[in-house]
């Protein structure tokens, strides 16, 4: 599977982006899908993830209530939403798919990634 991220840009503190990961070649309704971000100079973090059907979500605690992630399945599709951005959430934004059995929250047990999409947010 190709994953395509895209939806980063600038944007000033206290504003929004919505991230979109676009997956072709095979469909994702069989996999856990997730996003992890990395900044300079540190190591790469999870950020969120979402089961196959929707029906559950996983939050970073410290981003838990400012980060959406959503799917649409028909469109072989997720999305980050982001809202309440801070100067410490910039970092190159990832999704990733099907760390199979293992923990989500692992981004060496994940399969399959994108390309990365920056996000930079200005104070």
């Known amino acids: 599977v190709q994953l395509q991220a895209s939806g980063g840009g600038l944007v000033q503190a206290g504003g929004s982006l919505r991230l979109s990961c676009a997956a072709s070649?095979?469909?994702?309704?069989?996999?856990?899908m997730g996003w992890f971000r990395q900044a300079p100079g540190k190591e790469r973090e999870f950020v969120a993830a979402i089961s196959r059907s929707a029906s559950t979500t996983y939050y970073s605690d410290s981003l838990k209530g400012r980060f959406t992630i959503s799917r649409d399945n028909a469109k072989n599709t997720v999305y980050l939403q982001m809202n309440s951005l801070k100067p410490e959430d910039t970092a190159v934004y990832y999704c990733?798919?099907?760390?199979?059995?293992?923990?989500?929250?692992?981004?060496?047990?994940?399969?399959?990634w994108g390309q990365g999409t920056q996000v930079t947010v200005s104070s």
């Open positions: 990733a798919s099907d760390p199979g059995s293992r923990s989500i929250y692992n981004s060496g047990n994940y399969y399959y």
């Open positions: 070649g095979r469909t994702i309704s069989s996999a856990v």
